[in-house]
C-alpha cells in the first residue's frame, strides 16, 4: 500500500464501524496479523490508535507542525512497510515510537542541512519588535525561552506530560526512558521553570 498524505487522512476518518478481520478492540499485534493479511481497515485503526501521540512526539523533534506532520506521515508509511519485521509476541508501542523516533532524528538532520544552507543575512531582521508587545506576550514569550533552556529531556517530557496531556507510561514508551526517569525529568522541569518564572516576575516588579 502507498501511504501518501491523502490516504493517511482517509484512514484516520475512515467509518470505525467500518467491517473487518479484527474486532473494534483488538488489541495491537491483533490488528498486525491482519494487516498483513491484507485487511486495510486494521492498520486504519492503529493509525488512529496511535497519530495523536505520534503527532505529540513528532513535534518535540520537529522545527514546525507541518514538519511534524511529514514525520508522523513517514513513520505510518516505514510501519507498514517493515510491519513484517515487527515481533508480534512483543509489545507494539514501543516498537513504533522507534521507528519514529529514527524517522524524526533523520528529518532533523536533514532540516539542518537546509536551514544552514537557507541562512542569509535578512535573518536578524525578522526578530521582531519588543516595544510592539503587550505585558501577556511577554510572560509568554518568557515562559517559551524558559521552556527552550531546559535540558532536552526535561524539555520534552514536560511538554509531552504537561502540555500534550499523556501520561507517565505513555510518554515512557514514546522516548524509550522509564517511567520513573519521566517523572522525574517532569519534576525538575517543574522546579526550574518555577525559579525562571519567579525571576522574571521580581524584575519585572522593580521596573
Given at each position: 500500500m502507498h501511504l501518501s498524505r491523502a490516504a493517511l487522512e482517509?484512514?484516520?476518518?475512515?467509518?470505525?464501524?467500518?467491517?473487518?478481520?479484527a474486532p473494534q478492540d483488538a488489541p495491537d499485534n491483533a490488528l498486525v496479523r491482519a494487516t498483513l493479511g491484507g485487511d486495510e481497515t486494521a492498520f486504519g485503526r492503529l493509525v488512529r490508535r496511535y497519530i495523536r501521540k505520534a503527532m505529540a512526539v513528532a513535534l518535540e523533534y520537529a522545527g514546525s507542525r507541518e514538519d511534524a506532520e511529514d514525520v508522523v506521515q513517514d513513520t505510518f508509511k516505514r510501519v507498514l512497510e517493515n510491519l513484517d519485521r515487527y515481533d508480534p509476541s512483543r509489545p507494539f508501542e514501543p516498537w513504533f515510537f522507534t521507528v519514529l523516533?529514527?524517522?524524526?532524528?533523520?528529518?532533523?538532520?536533514?532540516?539542518?542541512?537546509?536551514?544552514h544552507e537557507a541562512l542569509t543575512t535578512e535573518y536578524a531582521s525578522a526578530s521582531p519588535d519588543p516595544f510592539e508587545t503587550t505585558h501577556r506576550r511577554e510572560l509568554r514569550r518568557q515562559i517559551d525561552e524558559a521552556v527552550e533552556r531546559l535540558p532536552a529531556a526535561q524539555r520534552k517530557c514536560f511538554r509531552l506530560?504537561?502540555?500534550?496531556?499523556?501520561?507517565?507510561?505513555?510518554?515512557?514508551?514514546?522516548?524509550?526512558l522509564a517511567e520513573s526517569t519521566v517523572r522525574v525529568q517532569v519534576f525538575k522541569a517543574r522546579r526550574a521553570l518555577q525559579r525562571l518564572l519567579d525571576t522574571w516576575a521580581e524584575e519585572v516588579g522593580n521596573i
Open positions: 482517509r484512514l484516520v476518518t475512515k467509518d470505525e464501524a467500518t467491517s473487518g478481520s523516533r529514527n524517522t524524526a532524528r533523520n528529518a532533523a538532520k536533514r532540516r539542518r542541512v537546509r536551514d506530560c504537561i502540555v500534550e496531556g499523556l501520561s507517565s507510561v505513555e510518554v515512557a514508551s514514546a522516548l524509550g
